[in-house]
């Protein structure tokens, strides 16, 4: 596959990254549950999440909704992370999102960024799922692999952002503030994920459900505020 996302080799970039991959060693081995299972449930296979929502809306949608005070400020920094003006494609900060999601295993998430990121990157679904499955071996840039590399150590502590693999992003040709805004959509999407399963919302496996939302242009706190004017 040709890489849309290649930037021009390094010297020794590409031995360092592979060092800090093995050292991190993240598994997004994920065992999704059956894609071909009709309706919407929990990680523990319930119908109902673990309160009594006021929707029937999936996963952090349905949350949105029961406490709209805090969608609020939690979707103006999901805008700021993912949709503004930035170095960084929304494709690949998506991918960072969908990554850090895949390895905690939230299913909602997982679906809802995996779909927007392939709406937005040129090989769409299948460098997300090469990505999810293999990041060393994934035809990503270099600059990118070492991103989603110090995204997956946040998602193991923020103490396991080393030196070296802020040193080996800088010399793949990251800037701090991208180096910054991969910590930050890692740490925040650790913090969305916890949120969506510590309450055990639904959500369906099929990748149809969530198509249609990653087609639209116009921001995340646009979508909240048409999804809460609906009632």
Known sequence: MTNALAYPT????????SDILSSHAPSCDVEWADRTRPGQFNHEGASTPHIALNSDDPGIRGLFKFRPEAAFPLNGLV???????NSLSRGERELIATYVSALNEC?????????IAAAHLPEGMTLVEQVRADLDAAPVSEKLRALLAIAAAVQQGGKQVSRADVDAAREAGAT????????????AFCMYNRYVDGLGTIASDD????????QRSDGYLAVLTDSLSQG
């Open 10 to 17: 390094r010297p020794n970039v590409a031995e360092k990254l």
């Open 79 to 85: 805008e700021v992370l993912l949709f503004r003006e």
């Open 107 to 115: 299913r909602f998430c997982f679906f809802t960024h995996a779909a």
């Open 176 to 187: 701090d503030l991208e180096i910054h805004d991969t910590v930050l959509i890692a740490a």
């Open 207 to 214: 990748p149809a459900h969530y198509a249609v939302r990653a």
